[in-house]
């Protein structure tokens, strides 16, 4: 299944809402569809599994939400540490697959 | 809770081999699978496979047959990547990241190993 994430880049002020787009080439059932966050230096981490379950830890700026082939990521009101870059994922069958990446910068 | 440890960063020469090794702990080693991540450079995440950790059996992605081996000892609950015949393509960085037991989402990241291939 490849995923494509749109916008490439995003660029918004702290406080503003981010939408971000995951389109996947063929159906992704609810349970197989997760989010991560990277940023600069790091290892990615698990924001969101199962489509809209947030992973242990994580705010509750982030919802994720969709269904079939077209899923959406949005933080309500961004934060200066919600700047990084955004990856979904198809997992629970080989090939797990990640979209490209969804930069997130600061305007 | 828990943690993945990775082994450092690793200088090699086209042609060597590298074992990049990922400790576990803090939870049963053998009870979730274990994910291989690679990110070359200003890149995007790439699934290279997973090992079974109760049974040893490793699934490969396509691209990553051949020079590319994931292996376990599970006496000290650390899981092994050994690539041969490096290439300077192989030049990324590279991540453990368990599986979740109930949703297969990868739940715990090592903090990554920086390979680097050059002559």
Redesign the interface.
Same mark, same amino acid.
């Given at each position: 299944t490849v995923l494509t994430q749109s916008p490439g880049t995003l660029s918004l002020s702290p406080g503003e809402r981010a939408t971000l787009f995951c389109w996947a080439s063929q159906s992704v059932p609810n349970?197989?569809l997760?989010w991560?966050q990277?940023k600069p230096g790091q290892?990615?981490?698990?924001l969101i599994?199962?489509t809209s379950?947030r992973?242990a830890g994580v705010p509750d700026r982030f919802r994720g939400s969709g269904s079939g082939t077209d899923f959406t990521l949005t933080i309500s009101s961004l934060e200066p540490e919600d700047f990084a870059t955004y990856?979904c994922?198809r997992?629970?069958t080989?090939?797990?697959?990640?979209?490209?990446?969804t930069r997130l910068e600061i305007k | 809770q828990g943690q993945l440890l990775q082994t450092g960063s690793e200088l090699k020469k086209p042609g060597a081999s590298v074992q990049v090794s990922c400790k576990a702990s803090g939870y049963p080693f053998n009870t979730h699978g274990m994910?291989w991540?690679r990110q070359a450079p200003g890149q995007?995440?790439?699934?290279m496979?997973?090992i079974n950790t109760n049974t040893g059996d490793p699934?490969y992605? @396509?691209g990553f047959t051949g020079r590319f081996v994931f292996s376990l000892d599970t006496s000290v609950s650390t899981a092994n990547l050994q690539i041969t015949s490096l290439e300077t393509e192989d030049t990324a960085i590279y991540?453990c990241?368990r599986k979740?037991l109930l949703?297969?989402?990868?739940?715990m990241?090592? @903090?990554?190993t920086l390979v680097t291939v050059s002559a």
């Open positions: 349970m197989f997760g991560y990277q290892a990615p981490r698990l599994y199962a379950s992973a990856y994922q997992y629970g080989s090939p797990v697959t990640f979209g490209q990446g | 994910n991540v995007g995440l790439e699934w496979g997973w699934t992605a @396509q991540y990241a979740n949703s297969d989402a990868f739940d990241w090592g @903090q990554g």
